[in-house]
C-alpha cells in the first residue's frame, strides 16, 4: 500500500515536482542562449539535496507553503551557478554523465549564465519578503565564494592539513546545505533552538556529502558518478584520502606530494595503489560517519514525524554511495 512507503518514495516526488515547476519558469529569458543553456544544465538533473534539506526542514516543523518551493528552487539556481564557474575554473568537460556547458557553448556563455541563475536566485529571495533570509543567503553565498578561493589556493599545496581541508568544504560545500535547511526554518517559524539544530543538521550532511564525493574520486565508477575519477588528482587538490597518506609517510607520501605539485593525472594509478593499499579510504569513511551522526543527533530536539525521518533516512543515505 502507498501509506506503507517511506516518506521518500511517497512524498518527495510531488514536492520536487513543485521545485521544478518554479525553476522552469524562473530559467526562461528573452535571451535565447540563457533559457538553452539553463535548460540544459537544470535538465541534467543531479540529486537535488539541496532544495530537498529546504523543503524538509520546513515540513518537519509543520510548514508547507508555497515559498517554502519558491526558496527550495533558489538554493538549486545557487548550487547550479556555482557548477558552472567550477567547471569552468577546473577546465571539466563532464559532469553527471554529460558534457559540461563551458564544453559545448564555450567558457564565456557558461560563466555568463551562471551569473544569471545567480541573479535569479536573489530576485526568488526578494519575493519571499524575508529580510533574514535574504542576509543568511547573502553571507552564505560571500562563504561560498571564499572556500571557492581557498581551493584555489590550496591547489598542489602538499603541507595542508586536515583542518584547513575541513575548514575548504566547510566554506564552499557545506555552508549551501547548512543555509538551505536555515532557510526552511525560519520560513517554518522554528525556534531559535530548531533553527540552529536545523542549521548545524545541513553543515553536517554537507561535509559528509564532500568527504564522500572527494573518496568517490578514487573509488567511483565514472558512469554512476557522472564525473571522470581521477579529476581531483589532474587539479591538483589535496583531499582527505591524499592527506591521510601524506601524513603516514613513505613512499606513497613522496608519490602523492609529485601528482599534487605537478597536478600531474598520470600519476592517478600509482596514488589509486596507494590508496587501495592503505586505510586511506577507511579513514576517510569514517569521518564522513562521524559528520552524520552529529547530523543525526541535531534532530533530535526536533518533533518525531514522519518527515524528521526523512532527514534521518537522507543523512544516512549520503554514505551508501561508498558502501
Known sequence: MLE????FQRHLPDDLARVNVVINQAVQSEVALISQIGTYIISAGGKRLRPIIT?????ALGYDEQKLYSLAAMVEFIHTSTLLHDDVVDESDLRRGRKTANNLFGNAAAVLVGDFLYT??????????NMRILEIMADATNIIAEGEVLQLMNIGNTEITENEYLQVIQYK???????????GAILAGATLEQETALKNYGMYVGTA????????????????????????????????????????????????RHALENADRSYFA???KHITNSDALAYATEQAKVAVQNALNCLDILPDNETVQAMHQLAKESLARVS
Open 270 to 272: 600509482i596514488i589509486h
Open 120 to 129: 535569479r536566485a536573489f530576485q526568488l529571495m526578494v519575493e519571499s519578503g
Open 209 to 256: 556529502f564532500q568527504i564522500i564525493d572527494d573518496i568517490l574520486d578514487y573509488s567511483g565508477n565514472p558512469d554512476e558518478i557522472g564525473k571522470n575519477v581521477g579529476d581531483d588528482l589532474a587539479e591538483g587538490k589535496p583531499t582527505l584520502p591524499l592527506i591521510y597518506l601524506m601524513q603516514h609517510g613513505g613512499e606513497a607520501s613522496k608519490d602523492v
Open 4 to 7: 506503507n512507503l517511506p516518506y
Open 173 to 183: 560545500t557545506a555552508k549551501l546545505f547548512e543555509a538551505a535547511a536555515q532557510v
Open 55 to 59: 523543503i524538509l526542514a520546513g515540513k
